[in-house]
């Protein structure tokens, strides 16, 4: 069974940092081609963070909301994936998944189309203070 699993969240205060990590155990089909974090607050709608291709060229893709604080990566060898969070603002509350897509390598406008991701992780918390 295919299973993503999260980790590394909590509660830090506006300016702090914290890295999240996804573990993969995925078997079907060629395995995974995308694997994007997501995060969704109460009352709000599911919002894509970041993209990262699972190849050789590892391309990233992130929302606009996060260039330049968030850092997606893998670790060479290992399927495990991380979001390195730094300069955190309260508007970063929420719960972070990663997800991933079987089928296709990211594209930009996949951040926006969450339900095209089929194997998902079941999530962890972080909480930004003021």
């Known amino acids: 069974q295919d299973q993503l699993v999260e980790s590394g969240g909590g509660s830090v205060q506006a300016g702090g940092s914290l890295n999240l990590s996804c573990t993969a155990s995925?078997?079907?089909?060629?395995?995974?081609?995308?694997l994007g974090w997501f995060r969704q607050a109460p009352g709000k709608e599911r919002e894509g963070v970041a993209l990262?291709?699972?190849?050789?060229?590892?391309?990233?893709t992130y929302a606009d909301s996060v260039k330049g604080r968030f850092i997606i990566s893998k670790d060479n060898g290992k399927d495990t994936f991380h979001l390195q969070m730094s300069n955190l603002k309260p508007d970063d509350t929420a719960m972070y998944y990663c997800?991933?897509?079987?089928?296709?390598?990211?594209?930009?406008?996949?951040?926006?189309?969450?339900?095209?991701?089929?194997?998902w992780g079941q999530g962890t918390q972080v909480i930004v203070s003021s």
């Open positions: 995925v078997y079907s089909r060629r395995g995974i081609y995308c």
């Open positions: 997800a991933a897509d079987l089928d296709t390598f990211c594209y930009q406008f996949f951040l926006k189309e969450w339900d095209r991701f089929t194997v």
């Open positions: 990262i291709d699972n190849d050789g060229d590892f391309d990233t």
